[in-house]
């Protein structure tokens, strides 16, 4: 039996679905409460216990969550056993030599590109994949598994990718990453380690400095790229385009997504399809239908407003998801609702924070979210302080959303935050 320690973790989830669906006996444990990753392992029944050193048995195969040391009783309990024990990068390096693997890769846009790509992949032919959003799903009998690989930690230096993707590289992380330098040797690092080809966005200022062996495919807007979106449109009801590789056309794409970034997502998406040789109008057909990968720009309508929920954290994530809610609504009122995450990162780019939500009507910050212990040498106080326009909110403080209409209100974290947007449906809706 595979037993995961800290199976609420995105990842963690995921890969519990992937061992599951493999034929495998898989169960776990995190903290109590339910949380956005734990939908797969609902439906699989895999069952979900809470940490306690007795669940720990003798024939227990252990697969530890990153944020689980020596200090949790379980993970005590299985050294003290002498049990064999994986960490996630390990026990998914296992995966990525069983088939023939395409990685995901990039400091933002990589699950929804990597969702999008296992939507499209699963209509065309089926397909393996492993998603940060805590969704997987797989089959012996498929040959391609779709991994959304992280570079925190290096952590994508494990896998063995046959097409590695890059969506862009941006400097984060600030509490393991020294500089942009330092992200951008471990992207060329990982980009080597490609065994038929790398596909990188071309539009990004770090992608071409790369030195790489295998061959590298660049897409993007601009016209030094190999795969060339051109005539875009963007409207309220998505983008359109036409798509020419190495100066010859592709086909025409008529798609629900916004912005800039969900553009480039897509084209990460059809330079693929490209390079394995599938028909324009079938990759148009099945991107057309992909709903969104999970807590990446879901939305709710609740009477004259509209609510986003959305996982950014990283300044140019939030500066991407506020763009496509602009692009969609363009006659509605933004509201944010931004939970800081880590206090290195908020250090590291206030002022980031401070350029993009200065012009936001309404701004609303909560607590910072320290998912690693953190001393919190700059807090939302001095990031509140900044802004004139933005005001401190707790969960409890739903009252202060209440009276926008004809507003789109985003709700920004990668921590799960829903439980504020279930008591603002509630209260609209009673």
Known sequence: MYYFIGIKEPGM??????????????????????FFTTDGLKARNIKVLDFNKDNIKEDMIIIKGSSFDETNEEVLEAERLGLKIYTYPEMVSKLTKMFQTITVAGCHGKTTTASMLAHVLSNLRG??????DGTGHASKENKWFILEACEYKRHFLEYEPYYAIITNIDYDHADYF??????????????NKAEKMV?????????????????????????????????????????????????????????????????????????????????AKDVSK?????????????????????????????????????????????DKDLVVVLEPHTYSRLKAFIDDYVEILKNIKHVYIMDVYDARGEEAEVTSDDLIKRLDNAEKISKNDMKKLLNYDNSVLIFMSPNDIRNLEKEYIKIKES
């Open 286 to 330: 099945f991107l057309k239908t992909f709903e969104g990968a999970n807590r990446r720009f879901n939305e709710t309508v609740i009477g004259s407003n509209v609510l986003i929920d959305d996982y950014a954290h990283h300044p140019a994530e939030i500066k991407a998801t506020i763009k496509a809610a602009k692009q969609k609504y363009p």
């Open 199 to 279: 596909i990188a966005c071309g539009d990004d200022p770090y992608t071409h400095s790369l030195e790489v062996n295998p061959p590298v495919f660049y897409y993007g807007t601009d016209d030094d790229n190999d795969v060339i979106a051109k005539n875009v449109q963007y409207d309220t009801d998505g983008t359109s385009f036409d798509v020419f590789v190495e100066e010859n056309y592709y086909g025409h794409f008529d798609l629900p997504v916004y912005g800039k970034a969900g553009l480039l997502n897509a084209l990460a998406v059809i330079s693929f399809c490209y390079y394995e040789r599938y028909e």
């Open 178 to 191: 020294e500089d942009i330098n330092d992200v951008v040797n471990a992207y060329e690092e990982y980009a």
């Open 13 to 34: 989830s995921a890969l519990a679905c992937v061992l599951y669906d493999l034929g495998y006996e898989v169960c776990g444990s995190d903290k109590p409460g339910d």
């Open 127 to 132: 397909v393996n994949y492993l998603i940060g």
